[in-house]
């Protein structure tokens, strides 16, 4: 039982999953759901339209076509669709990371409308491709043991933290970069090209891709007024989930999330300017930039990228089963990555991406103890309003990420934390190649994570495979235990695994 149970009219009967909350505390606890991912939501139309070279307007038009997508495939996913589609777990959809370094490499090869259509018609045809092999994939569950399942939730938990230190420090590249290229070695270096190109000049060409590297310390990163709003964010979640009691406690990450946008605000972190600018109403149209190109090479490489989504959806939806208490089933999985299928065929018709489950919203889930599935149905709604409210997506979009980075150690922590409490309940002292398992697959699993250009001299086309740190470590954990172990059905282990993960 939640801590909300006793509050709420449902009979001794109801499932947790299936337990509908009132309206006020939905909706809350939706918004919650919604501010949690709100940051990574938009970021992947940010990067790829800016990639695009498309206008401000067009990569506004982004963001709101992926709020109304991420609130359509959410309410698909949660509530259900026919017996086909929707796991009809407490699951958020949103755009996967996965599909970002190719999409930006079909940019640069081709930019505008021309290259946003071949984006989109690859993505339309990998939505396909994976609906039709979903089925298949979901049989793999034998595969994915509590000391495999264990082992990826956690490698997920601790690849991304790295977002959330981001969201607070800076990112490591671009515009918050711990270092900047200083201002009088580019004034030089422009003054020298310029100087080249002159007739009669006695200063040779400069030679091609020559760049400074950054030197001089940013001041934008790792600003101490920043760090400051992310440290309340995290200690006024900490004394709400202390100190707090029923279903104030479980909104703490939202009222720690509040006070420190009261808190930015007053410091002047915060800017509304967009939000004046913006219009109050937008309909999402479909094919806003023509119709979509179909090339097979980019499909195909979509279609290895939505395998990668597929095998991470599975280890979240195993996971969710976990902390809900209730068992995925083959059946289960494959609705459940149907409807990955489905979205990114839906987002490449509304002008936006691939989606899947969303990993910080599972850390939501055990840090409040609200298993009901109808939270995620109105975490859904909210973002298909925000999708069609641009000043409302406006206003959300004004929150600092050091806000978000505040909430997000505690969120994406618990996603790790969910893995070590399934391995808690793994054999180690009979078996000694669980140990084994673990140890190899969580070290592969850290290797894109601390060693990023690892890749740089292996074929192109394999990168999208092996640049996710939580694919590495699932194929090394499955394959793994299949040598060692063997891939026998154990129903004792996976109830015992399920039980040490909802010891809250």
């Given at each position: 039982?939640?801590?909300?149970?006793?509050?709420?009219?449902?009979?001794?009967?109801?499932?947790?999953?299936d337990e509908r909350l009132p309206t006020g505390k939905l909706a809350a606890l939706?918004?919650?759901?919604?501010?949690?991912?709100?940051?990574?939501?938009?970021?992947?139309?940010?990067?790829?339209?800016?990639?695009?070279?498309?206008?401000?307007?067009?990569?506004?038009?982004?963001?709101?076509?992926?709020?109304?997508?991420?609130?359509?495939?959410?309410?698909?996913?949660?509530?259900?669709?026919?017996?086909?589609?929707?796991?009809?777990?407490?699951?958020?959809?949103?755009?996967?990371?996965?599909?970002?370094?190719?999409?930006?490499?079909?940019?640069?090869?081709?930019?505008?409308?021309?290259?946003?259509?071949?984006?989109?018609?690859?993505?339309?045809?990998?939505?396909?491709?994976?609906?039709?092999?979903?089925?298949?994939?979901?049989?793999?569950?034998?595969?994915?043991?509590?000391?495999?399942?264990?082992?990826?939730?956690?490698?997920?938990?601790?690849?991304?933290?790295?977002?959330?230190?981001?969201?607070?420090?800076?990112?490591?590249?671009?515009?918050?970069?711990?270092?900047?290229?200083?201002?009088?070695?580019?004034?030089?270096?422009?003054?020298?090209?310029?100087?080249?190109?002159?007739?009669?000049?006695?200063?040779?060409?400069?030679?091609?891709?020559?760049?400074?590297?950054?030197?001089?310390?940013?001041?934008?990163?790792?600003?101490?007024?920043?760090?400051g709003i992310a440290a309340l964010v995290l200690v006024s979640i900490l004394v709400?989930?202390?100190?707090?009691?029923?279903?104030?406690?479980?909104?703490?990450?939202?009222?720690?999330?509040?006070?420190?946008?009261?808190?930015?605000?007053?410091?002047?972190?915060?800017?509304?300017?967009?939000?004046?600018?913006?219009?109050?109403?937008?309909?999402?149209?479909?094919?806003?930039?023509?119709?979509?190109?179909?090339?097979?090479?980019?499909?195909?490489?979509?279609?290895?990228?939505?395998?990668?989504?597929?095998?991470?959806?599975?280890?979240?939806?195993?996971?969710?089963?976990?902390?809900?208490?209730?068992?995925?089933?083959?059946?289960?999985?494959?609705?459940?990555?149907?409807?990955?299928?489905?979205?990114?065929?839906?987002?490449?018709?509304?002008?936006?991406?691939?989606?899947?489950?969303?990993?910080?919203?599972?850390?939501?889930?055990?840090?409040?103890?609200?298993?009901?599935?109808?939270?995620?149905?109105?975490?859904?709604?909210?973002?298909?309003?925000?999708?069609?409210?641009?000043?409302?997506?406006?206003?959300?979009?004004?929150?600092?990420?050091?806000?978000?980075?505040?909430?997000?150690?505690?969120?994406?922590?618990?996603?790790?934390?969910?893995?070590?409490?399934?391995?808690?309940?793994?054999?180690?002292?009979?078996?000694?190649?669980?140990?084994?398992?673990?140890?190899?697959?969580?070290?592969?699993?850290?290797i894109p994570l601390i060693a990023p250009n690892f890749k740089q001299w292996m074929?192109?086309?394999?990168?999208?495979?092996?640049?996710?740190?939580?694919?590495?470590?699932?194929?090394?954990?499955?394959?793994?235990?299949?040598?060692?172990?063997?891939?026998?059905?154990?129903?004792?282990?996976?109830?015992?695994?399920?039980?040490?993960?909802?010891?809250?």
């Amino acid at each position: 039982m939640t801590p909300t149970t006793p509050m709420t009219s449902m009979s001794p009967m109801t499932d947790p999953v299936d337990e509908r909350l009132p309206t006020g505390k939905l909706a809350a606890l939706g918004l919650q759901h919604v501010l949690v991912m709100y940051a990574g939501a938009v970021a992947v139309p940010l990067i790829v339209g800016r990639a695009l070279k498309l206008s401000p307007e067009q990569v506004a038009m982004l963001i709101s076509a992926d709020l109304f997508c991420c609130g359509l495939v959410t309410l698909i996913q949660s509530l259900g669709a026919t017996q086909w589609f929707g796991i009809r777990l407490p699951v958020m959809m949103g755009v996967t990371f996965a599909a970002v370094a190719p999409m930006v490499s079909m940019a640069n090869s081709t930019s505008g409308t021309a290259g946003a259509q071949l984006i989109f018609g690859a993505i339309i045809g990998a939505g396909v491709i994976a609906m039709l092999i979903a089925p298949l994939v979901s049989r793999m569950l034998r595969f994915f043991p509590p000391v495999v399942t264990g082992t990826i939730i956690a490698v997920i938990g601790i690849s991304l933290m790295r977002i959330g230190i981001n969201w607070i420090f800076g990112n490591p590249f671009g515009p918050t970069a711990p270092s900047v290229v200083s201002p009088e070695h580019a004034k030089w270096l422009a003054d020298a090209a310029a100087a080249a190109g002159a007739p009669g000049s006695a200063l040779p060409p400069l030679p091609k891709d020559l760049a400074l590297l950054p030197k001089v310390p940013n001041p934008k990163y790792a600003d101490l007024t920043g760090v400051g709003i992310a440290a309340l964010v995290l200690v006024s979640i900490l004394v709400i989930a202390k100190y707090a009691k029923g279903f104030f406690a479980n909104i703490s990450v939202l009222m720690g999330i509040v006070v420190g946008a009261v808190a930015a605000a007053a410091l002047g972190q915060m800017n509304f300017d967009k939000v004046a600018k913006a219009a109050w109403v937008d309909v999402v149209l479909p094919f806003q930039f023509g119709m979509p190109v179909f090339d097979p090479i980019l499909i195909l490489t979509m279609t290895l990228v939505m395998i990668v989504v597929m095998i991470e959806s599975t280890g979240m939806f195993l996971a969710l089963g976990e902390m809900t208490g209730r068992k995925v089933k083959q059946p289960d999985l494959a609705r459940g990555l149907r409807t990955d299928g489905l979205g990114t065929v839906i987002g490449g018709i509304f002008n936006t991406f691939p989606y899947t489950s969303f990993s910080q919203n599972v850390g939501l889930v055990a840090v409040t103890g609200v298993r009901s599935r109808f939270v995620c149905v109105a975490g859904g709604l909210i973002l298909v309003l925000l999708g069609l409210l641009p000043k409302m997506a406006a206003l959300v979009e004004s929150l600092p990420t050091v806000v978000l980075g505040g909430a997000g150690l505690v969120m994406f922590g618990m996603v790790a934390a969910t893995g070590i409490r399934i391995l808690g309940g793994v054999d180690f002292k009979t078996n000694r190649f669980n140990a084994l398992v673990v140890a190899i697959s969580i070290g592969i699993g850290m290797i894109p994570l601390i060693a990023p250009n690892f890749k740089q001299w292996m074929p192109l086309g394999v990168h999208p495979l092996i640049d996710s740190g939580i694919l590495l470590a699932s194929m090394s954990a499955v394959l793994l235990n299949l040598f060692l172990n063997g891939a026998k059905r154990d129903d004792a282990a996976v109830i015992a695994a399920a039980q040490q993960a909802e010891a809250h």
